[in-house]
């Protein structure tokens, strides 16, 4: 089917910034919308930013004017760039990929990878 797979998070220090990767593979017909979402202890997932296929974004008020989300649909790779960090960013940071397979064209679903960890702390 479909694999997602994050990577850039860590540990920065506020002010910092950060550049998280999402790689899709597997069975892909089409790889349509594309999105971060955030999860911090005792909160619910929330979006953090989209994109659609043909570039149009949007974002999350807390974060508008400091990340900024990109994808490279030959590559398959979806990009979070987090900048001017605050410890309100802290969270598990989700990829999702609206993707339909070889199998069943056509027939979309959402598809999320494990999450990398961003911290930022003094």
């Known amino acids: 089917q479909v694999q997602l797979v994050e990577s850039g998070g860590g540990l920065v220090q506020p002010g910092g910034s950060l550049r998280l990767s999402c790689a899709a593979s597997g069975t892909i017909f089409r790889i349509y919308d594309m999105g971060w979402y955030r999860q911090a202890p005792g909160k619910e997932r929330e979006l953090v930013a989209s994109?659609?296929?043909?570039?149009?974004?949007n974002s999350a008020v807390s974060v508008k004017g400091r990340f900024r989300i990109s994808r490279d649909n030959a590559r398959r790779t979806v990009a979070l760039e987090m900048n001017s960090l605050i410890p309100e960013d802290t969270a598990v940071y989700y990829c999702?990929?609206?993707?339909?397979?070889?199998?069943?064209?056509?027939?979309?679903?959402?598809?999320w990878g494990q999450g990398t960890q961003v911290t930022v702390s003094s």
């Open positions: 994109i659609t296929r043909d570039g149009a974004t």
């Open positions: 999702k990929a609206d993707a339909d397979t070889i199998w069943r064209p056509g027939d979309r679903s959402d598809y």
